[in-house]
């Protein structure tokens, strides 16, 4: 019996000897290196075997090395700054991977403007946000993407219109006439406009806030640089990527409104024959759950030597409002070569975009549509679904109706807005066409020379058409407009890099051309009697409309010469210089040439020796210091400068009609961009194992010689009373705080927390300028201690002062009557009409803030994203007019507004003004990987569902406390804007 159990023992060994060492046979030492999307290596990754207890980290190089790994095992990459990601083995004994890196990763590449640097080697304000920090869901353009995310940089979005362009401002308004628009740049191709650029084709943004980053740009960076690097091709078989969402989206909220019953019941009480008879909730009737759907196809792949990527992507979003959305189709290529021993770096890009628009809005430029009552700035259907009788119906089917079936009220102030909107033809198509190249050619190990070119030509042709049976156009009119624009860039220079011991040095030369040019043309005519043709054949029309046809071409060009040192010393000390010198046909003789120079400097604090025993606690800290002076041409239109003469009118002299030639413009030869000046210190630093790093910046900055429009006598102007001159001073003043933090980062769970918060403080502090007349004499121009800035609009209240530009004050401040209650009839009661008595209002906010959470468990993601404004306040232009009865004439007979607090006669007073403070959660996503390893085609999958705008905590009682960023509507809900929407999406994201 005892041989046999040995004999079984003996079996039963050998066999777990050979599972074990078939079980060893399995595994393998795995060697690789981790890097950044850039190719940049990445220290003290973690590099862990999934569900195991082997793992290490790499090294200063990147590199690691694993032992006993499973064959078909799974390496888990997390690390602070970076986004874990997992990596299948596959049998490979060599496995490189590439990550995403988060903001406040010191050790990512940054791009700063003809060049690229490491974080740490920073002396500016510069912010990065990599795509896997974007929001989520139903994000429609690169813009979104940022919102809430970086401090300083405020992004606000163009309600829920389609067409609408969302604004963003670094750093506070910098011009009062002149475009406070950042510079965005892609890929080296300057001024493009982020709507052409799909999200999911971006990989990066640098933002450059301060001055000493920002003045390479010279005349075009006083309102900050946007650096938009997009996907490339990597090393590796082609890969292919499908991504796609759909959504709905709804008004997010309106104004609460009288019932149709309970007008209805007023009706009976005070004027039946009002009654139409009907129940319409008109604001339902031109709103409906509009639909978004969006497709992406990428395929990428290449070589050591090349890589390319192209994708193609659809998009296709209604507008909540009836007749309203954009469909746009979106074509990319990017090539890489390397050539001549990898010397020669060929950069080639190209994208083509194709939008197709439907408006809505369209009063501003068609002269002959009007509404009795109502500016064209105010033609806007909520303006009158807010104000029609919603006892009336909505089609009229009698014979004798001369607007084709619809019911119009003849109102005072008002028009059917489904009308407005089902027959009114207002279309856009644009084509876009952004093409470059870029060729880097290694002279010696230390020496490189480039060369850059690129295009970005845009053709927009606009349709306008309203009927013979539309409201107040009974005799049909058509309009056709067509812009073409083409942007040319070229610049050629030199880079240098020189490493000596411990000293690394650094430098850039540039020439640089860019040149503009635009060309329009217009015809619009009334009389057309054709309502199929719309704007197809205008010579149908007999009668052309005042002022068209209409045409003009112009153009202007900078040339510009900079150059920018870098000396680091050990990597501890750091010192950047750059100056740029542009010349600009846009300017006055005088002022063609202008000098933008800039210098910083830093001092990494905790690679010094005192700071060793801080290691664990304080990882790193550097100080920034930086002053530069950048430019702002962009309120100057080219032929500004130069004095433009015309045809006048038709006048009788000596018994003769004669047609005189008169001044149209006046020239200012001592016309010039604006320049300002900004300091600015910052700290960077990472604490706990790089657990929490962050930034705090400290920034004053000065804009001079605002550019201003000049109220001037006509005789010593040559007949013109307005003149474009360069007039005062603004300043900006603020703090600014960004932080983020990996708080978990175990192989299974990891949770991110990030926030910001932006404090700014702006101020006029004169508008005084000069000018030279038409005898050469200098002038000095000199507006009053106040000048009206915006206004509200609407019924019976177009253009009532509101803001104002005040030396001492902050731009667009509100001067408004103080209201104090009502009188026996009702009425209201103000204070005093004494403006120097009126009350004053900052409609700036104190601070601005955002927060983000993103948990992830094993296949399971989520990003939470909060965005706020704390101060500030509104000028509640929707409800005064919906409190206003507008100016009757005696006997007209209307209905009270459907949102009253009891006033008779409303006017403009502080009773209107409401605070602007609002949290508003912008984004909440949560997605899933799909495990798919037994499946050999397909890569990755994931799935997810978005929220947009889910809920605002405010007290502000109109539509949305986010309203204008500058501009002559700062502070002011007026009653004609887009309502801003919520929307829900679902999402598909695959791999091959």
């Not at 119009?408 to 009114?424: R, T």
């Not at 719309?534 to 010469?561: A, C, H, M, W």
Request: proline residues 4%; positive net charge.
């Amino acid at each position: 019996m005892l041989p046999a159990m040995m004999r079984k023992s003996a079996m039963l060994l050998l066999a777990i000897f050979g599972l074990t060492s078939l079980a060893l046979s399995q595994t393998q030492t795995v060697t690789g290196t981790v890097t950044d999307k850039k190719g940049e290596p990445l220290p003290g990754v973690t590099v862990a075997v999934k569900n195991s207890i082997i793992a290490t980290s790499t090294n200063a190089q990147g590199a690691y090395t694993l032992k006993n790994v499973p064959q078909e095992g799974i390496l888990v990459l997390t690390g602070a700054g970076v986004v874990t990601r997992e990596v299948n083995v596959s049998g490979n004994s060599i496995v490189n991977a590439d990550v995403e890196t988060s903001v406040g990763n010191l050790n990512e590449v940054v791009v700063v403007g003809y060049g690229t640097a490491r974080r740490k080697d920073i002396t500016g304000s510069v912010a990065k946000l990599s795509s896997a920090s974007f929001n989520q869901g139903s994000v429609t353009n690169g813009i979104e993407a940022l919102q809430g995310k970086v401090a300083g940089v405020a992004i606000t979005p163009a309600g829920g219109d389609p067409n609408g362009k969302a604004t963003i401002r670094i750093r506070g308004i910098g011009s009062i006439q002149g475009n406070s628009d950042p510079l965005v740049v892609v890929d080296g191709v300057q001024g493009i406009d982020l709507n052409t650029i799909p999200p999911t084709e971006i990989e990066s943004f640098d933002i450059l806030k301060d001055a000493s980053a920002t003045a390479i740009y010279g005349s075009r960076g006083a309102n900050g640089v946007v650096l938009v690097t997009t996907k490339k091709g990597r090393s590796g078989a082609p890969k292919l990527e499908y991504n796609s969402f759909v959504a709905t989206e709804k008004v997010a909220n309106t104004i609460d409104l009288m019932s149709p019953s309970d007008v209805r019941a007023y009706f009976a009480k005070n004027n039946p024959l009002l009654d139409g008879g009907a129940s319409t909730d008109w604001v339902k009737a031109i709103s409906r759950s509009a639909f978004t759907h969006n497709h992406s196809l990428a395929v990428s792949g290449g070589t050591d030597k090349s890589n390319y990527r192209g994708a193609v992507t659809y998009f296709n979003r209604e507008g909540v409002l009836l007749n309203s959305g954009k469909d746009n189709i979106n074509a990319r290529l990017s090539i890489n070569q390397k050539a001549i021993n990898n010397k020669l770096d060929i950069q080639l890009n190209a994208i083509y975009n194709v939008s197709n628009r439907r408006f809505i809005d369209y009063g501003s430029d068609i002269t002959n549509i009007t509404v009795s009552g109502v500016g064209q700035e105010s033609l806007n259907p909520f303006l009158f679904a807010y104000s029609m009788n919603p006892t009336n119906p909505i089609y009229n089917s009698s014979a004798t109706n001369p607007y084709g079936g619809y019911f119009q009220p003849n109102q005072y102030a008002s028009q059917n807005p489904v009308a407005f909107l089902e027959q009114i033809y207002n279309r856009g198509r644009e084509n876009n066409f952004i093409g470059s190249a870029r060729l880097e050619y290694s002279l010696t190990r230390s020496l490189k020379v480039f060369v850059f070119g690129s295009q970005n030509k845009i053709n927009t042709v606009n349709d306008f058409h309203s009927p013979t049976t539309a409201y107040n156009t009974s005799t049909g009119y058509a309009k056709k407009g067509n812009i073409n624009e083409d942007n040319l860039l070229g610049n050629a220079g030199l880079n240098y890099r020189k490493t000596a011991g411990k000293h690394i040095f650094e430098a850039t030369g540039v020439y640089e051309y860019f040149e503009n040019i635009k060309d329009e043309f217009s015809v619009a005519v009334r009389d057309l009697r054709y309502d199929n043709v719309r704007s197809n054949n205008l010579s149908l029309g007999s009668t052309v409309d005042q002022g068209f046809p209409k045409s003009n071409k112009e153009s202007y060009n900078i040339v510009s010469f900079l150059g920018r040192v870098n000396y680091n010393y050990e990597g501890k000390y750091f010192l950047t210089a750059s100056v740029r010198r542009d010349g600009s046909s846009k300017l006055g003789a005088n002022y063609k040439w202008g000098t933008f120079p800039s210098v910083s400097a830093a001092w990494t604090i905790s690679k010094e020796g005192f700071m060793d025993g801080t290691k664990g606690v304080l990882d790193d800290l550097k100080l920034r210091v930086g002053y530069g002076i950048t430019g702002n041409q962009n309120g100057i239109t080219p032929s500004l400068s130069q004095k433009l003469t015309g045809f006048g009118s038709p006048t009788l002299v000596n018994g003769n009609v004669v047609t005189p030639i008169v001044n149209l413009q006046n020239a200012n030869s001592n016309l010039r961009w604006e320049r300002k000046a900004q300091l600015n210190a910052g700290l960077d630093f990472a604490l706990l194992k790089n657990v929490l790093t962050g930034s705090v910046d400290f920034y004053s900055g000065k804009t001079t010689d605002l550019l201003y429009e000049f109220g001037v006598d006509r005789a010593v102007f040559d007949g013109v009373d307005k003149l474009v001159a360069n007039a005062g001073e603004l300043t900006n003043r603020g703090v600014e705080i960004q932080l983020n933090s990996l708080l978990i980062k175990r192989t299974s769970f990891q949770l991110n927390v990030s926030g910001n918060i932006s404090f700014n403080t702006n101020k006029i502090v004169n508008l005084d300028g000069e000018a030279s007349d038409r005898f050469g004499a200098t002038v000095k121009l000199t507006q009053p201690n106040r000048v009206s800035w915006g206004s509200i609009y609407g019924r019976g209240l177009s253009f009532s002062n509101v803001t104002f530009l005040e030396p001492g004050y902050p731009m667009g401040t509100m001067l408004v009557p103080h209201f104090t209650g009502k009188d026996a009839q009702g009425n209201p009661l103000i204070e005093s009409e004494d403006i120097n008595k009126f009350r004053r209002f900052n409609p700036l906010p104190k601070f601005t803030y955002g927060f983000s959470i993103s948990p992830r468990y094993k296949n399971l993601d989520a990003a939470i994203n909060f965005r706020g404004s704390q101060g500030g306040k509104i000028y509640n232009g929707t409800l005064t007019n919906l409190d206003n009865e507008g100016r009757l004439a005696d006997g007209d007979n209307v209905y009270a507004a459907a949102v009253s607090h009891g006033f008779k006669k409303p006017q403009i007073s502080d009773y209107f003004v409401e605070s602007g403070s609002f949290l508003r959660l912008d984004n909440l996503a949560v997605g899933y990987n799909v495990p798919v390893r037994n499946i050999s085609v397909i890569k990755n999958v994931r799935v997810f569902a978005a929220g947009n705008n889910l809920f605002i905590i405010t007290k502000y009682k109109g539509t949305d406390p986010e309203v204008a960023a500058d501009g002559k509507n700062l502070g002011i809900e007026n009653i004609n804007v887009y309502p801003k929407n919520r929307t829900f999406s679902f999402g598909l994201n695959v791999g091959f």
